[in-house]
């Protein structure tokens, strides 16, 4: 069973803190990983994606990939209350799918 | 650039009704096309995906089917809908990588 974790939250952050979001899978031969943000009733919209192990930053996004622990997380420094939203971390799987994580339910109080 | 439509953004209909949803994806070829349904506070379950026009694959057998009748159009069907069939549907598309992009959605109540 391909699973991928993530803790629902909600997370919540003061303004100008730095948010961690983690994620576990379960399908160690998976090879790209992304992480999405969904506001609330709207659509999700793809933020990261990382393929190799260690640190990969965008702005005030940073992904961070350990395929031997089988772990992915984002860090969102200088966190703003638009960053208030549900993240999604996604794990290919198979030739053609993603499987996506409940996401976690990050809040960013002013 | 690429755009992914989908219609209608919101629909309510009645338990045993069919139901129709459109997704189209401009600016890019031979897309891979995804239905996904995001039921309230679940996260994304994938209903079909398509890696070419009448090329479908299920992955929840259930009563809903998928048809891609243009290189760039999706089509979500049901003859009879549940009320278990409520939820969010968002169509996606993927070109040569594994990046998934999603449409607007369609949420849909089953009454």
């Known amino acids: 069973q391909k699973e991928v974790e993530q803790n629902s939250g909600p997370l919540s952050v003061p303004e100008g803190a730095i948010a961690s979001l983690n994620c576990t899978y379960s399908?160690?031969?998976?090879?790209?990983f992304f992480w999405y943000r969904q506001y609330s009733g709207k659509s999700p919209e793809l933020i990261m994606s990382?393929?190799?192990?260690g640190d990969k930053e965008d702005g005030r996004f940073t992904a961070q990939l350990n395929k031997a622990s089988q772990y992915v997380s984002l860090l969102i420094r200088d966190s703003q209350p638009s960053d208030s939203a549900t993240y999604l971390c996604a794990v290919q799987t198979g030739a053609n799918n993603l499987f996506f994580g409940t996401g976690t339910r990050l809040t960013v109080i002013p | 650039s690429q755009t992914i439509h989908q219609w209608p953004a919101t629909l309510v209909q009645p338990v045993g009704s069919p139901l129709s949803l459109e997704c189209t994806v401009e600016g890019t070829s031979n897309p891979n096309l995804y239905w996904y349904r995001q039921a309230a506070g679940r996260g994304l379950q994938l209903l079909f995906y398509s890696v070419g026009i009448g090329q479908i694959s299920s992955e929840v057998p259930q009563n809903l089917s998928a048809s891609r009748p243009q290189d760039r159009q999706f089509i979500l069907s049901s003859k009879k809908l549940l009320l278990s069939d409520s939820g969010f549907y968002l169509c996606a598309w993927s070109g040569i990588g594994y990046e998934q992009y999603f449409g607007p959605g369609t949420r849909l109540t089953v009454t």
């Open positions: 399908d160690r031969v998976s090879q790209s």
């Open positions: 990382i393929y190799s192990n």
